[in-house]
């Protein structure tokens, strides 16, 4: 399975917002609502930040949200703050009952 | 409060088999309830999924490691543990343990420190 595709870097000045898309097919990202993001600092263990393509579980900003449209997912980060520089990677649930990440993409703050 | 641990060699020998266990705290796997995963992350790469296991010993595998990998648990250690073969330089990753809640679909609500593996001889 080819994993999904994100940009390799965005970046936006603090208090801007960003957004972070990442492409798939009708065969995960647009075939069901299982999209979920993570946020991974250097040298640190990736925290989850939106699941079921929209959803915040308890203790995350209310800076970060999803959406998505077709097959593309988009993660977008209001206010950005320098704590919010991080690797960002999506995921999506398969019609082969399995999973599969995103390329990754780089948030600068600059 | 659910704690995930890996444990393994952090260096196998290149055409070897790296065998890797994670022991799960403050959560029963034989509760039916959870999925739980292998990801690996190579350095300075993103990140790869690598296979879910449920309690049953039921697997699902990454269609592109499927031919290597074999995923099992052991209920009575509270440990799922991983067998990765034929190893080559490619597969020298922090290699992280996860737990999904209720579902394959799930996110990956807790995972471990990770463990680095090295491939070398």
């Known amino acids: 399975q080819s994993a999904l595709t994100q940009p390799a870097s965005v970046s936006g000045s603090p208090g801007q917002s960003i957004t972070i898309s990442c492409t798939g097919t009708s065969s995960d990202v647009g075939g069901y609502n299982y999209v979920s993001w993570y946020q991974q600092h250097p040298g640190k263990v990736p925290k989850l930040m939106i699941y079921?393509?929209?959803n915040r579980p308890s203790g995350v900003s209310d800076r970060f949200s999803g959406s998505r449209s077709a097959n593309t997912a988009s993660l977008t980060i209001s206010g950005l703050q320098a704590e919010d520089e991080a690797d960002y990677y999506c995921s999506s649930y398969t019609t082969s009952s399995t999973n599969v990440f995103g390329t990754g993409t780089k948030v600068t703050v600059l | 409060q659910l704690q995930l641990q890996e444990s393994g060699p952090g260096l196998v020998k290149p055409s070897e088999t790296l065998s890797l266990t994670c022991t799960v705290s403050g959560a029963s796997l034989s509760s039916g309830r959870d999925y739980w995963d292998w990801i690996r992350q190579p350095p300075g790469k993103g990140l790869e999924w690598i296979g879910s296991i449920y309690f049953t010993g039921t697997t699902y595998y990454n269609p592109s490691l499927r031919s290597r990998v074999t995923m099992f648990v052991d209920t009575s250690k509270n440990q799922f543990s991983l067998n990765l073969s034929s190893v080559t330089a490619a597969d020298a990753a922090v290699y992280y343990c996860?737990?999904?809640?209720?579902?394959?679909?799930?996110?990956?609500?807790?995972w471990g420190q990770g463990t680095p593996v090295t491939v070398s001889s």
């Open positions: 996860g737990r999904r809640l209720n579902s394959l679909a799930d996110p990956l609500d807790y």
């Open positions: 079921a393509v929209t």
